[in-house]
């Protein structure tokens, strides 16, 4: 979930720390948490390797915006 990123809005996102990559793509409109740019799934967070620390800072690529 995103309230910076619109659905369809396919994204690669880095763990700087631990250099982990995953690709996504935002399925939805919320609920947001304040202060988040994005919310990924609890498996996306254990492939990016920040599961257990609950957030982390991400570098994110727009691969591509949501299809018409």
Do not use: C, H
Not at 21 to 44: E, H, Q
């Amino acid at each position: 979930a995103s309230p910076v990123y619109p659905n369809g809005t396919i994204l690669v996102l880095v763990n700087p720390k631990t250099e982990a990559m995953a690709l996504v793509r935002i399925n939805n409109s919320g609920p947001y948490v304040k202060g988040r740019m994005l919310d990924v799934s609890r498996a996306t967070a254990e492939k990016l390797g920040f599961a257990k620390m609950g957030i982390a800072r991400l570098k994110v690529t727009v691969i591509s915006g949501p299809l018409s």
